[in-house]
């Protein structure tokens, strides 16, 4: 099955500690992108991937840190945890930008950070 | 002025009537544009996509696309009370490496 697969779900932390989120997608997709997503805000772009080693910041990067070593993984590195970083925070791929290619959207995971 | 706009709702339309959902964009450049759907805690599910100006219909569902007016909407037929959700508009701009998203419209289908 067609997916991109976050884990964990759910995570509470508490400040300062180094935490990392997974994102894996199967579709063989080249472009990849962490949203958070807080009440009243909408979804707002925390980086993107349009490739494998090709990484760049999206409208709120700070506070986090992303690697594509591979085509299939797009982990989310928070180094420093801050309580103002608890949000539900959404994986995507899609198939290339410039496409008329939508995102395909991974489960979520909600973070606390205490 | 935000890049994607749209009315945050609530929006609250009788069972089996016509919602109509609507979105404004900023980037006259803009190529693709996207509808989702959201329900509570889960993640966005792609219901439209649009490209060329004009209505483009699946189901009971029409996107509707104005270039010229910056301007894109969504309709629902015979709605039904699991139409009940929150709708995002998602426009890819001209720069084909970001897709914005409206903050949201919360629709509810009253039985």
């Known amino acids: 099955e067609a997916q991109v697969t976050q884990n964990p779900r759910y995570l509470i932390t508490v400040t300062g500690k180094k935490l990392t989120v997974t994102c894996s997608q199967n579709?063989?997709?080249?472009?990849m992108s962490w949203y958070r997503q807080d009440p009243g805000l909408g979804l707002r772009q925390i980086y993107y991937s349009m490739n494998v080693e090709v990484t760049d910041k999206g409208d709120v990067p700070e506070g986090y840190k992303v690697s594509r070593k591979e085509k299939r993984n797009f982990p989310l590195i928070l180094e420093s945890p801050s309580p103002n970083q608890t949000s539900l925070y959404f994986c995507?791929?899609?198939?290339?930008?410039?496409?008329?290619?939508?995102?395909?959207f991974g489960n979520g995971t909600r973070l606390t950070v205490t | 002025q935000k890049e994607v706009e749209q009315n945050s709702g609530p929006l609250s339309v009788p069972e089996g009537a016509i919602a109509s959902l609507n979105c404004t964009y900023s980037d006259r450049g803009s190529q693709s544009f996207f509808w989702y759907r959201q329900y509570s805690g889960k993640s966005p599910e792609l219901i439209m996509s649009i490209y060329s100006n004009g209505d483009k219909e699946d189901g009971r569902f029409t996107a509707q696309l104005n270039k010229a007016s910056q301007y894109v909407s969504l309709l629902i037929r015979d709605s039904q009370p699991s139409d009940s959700a929150t709708y995002l508009c998602a426009v890819r701009g001209s720069s084909a490496s970001k897709i914005i998203f409206g903050s949201g419209t919360r629709l509810s289908i009253r039985p």
């Open positions: 579709m063989n997709h080249e472009y």
């Open positions: 995507a791929s899609s198939q290339e930008p410039g496409a008329n290619s939508p995102l395909h």
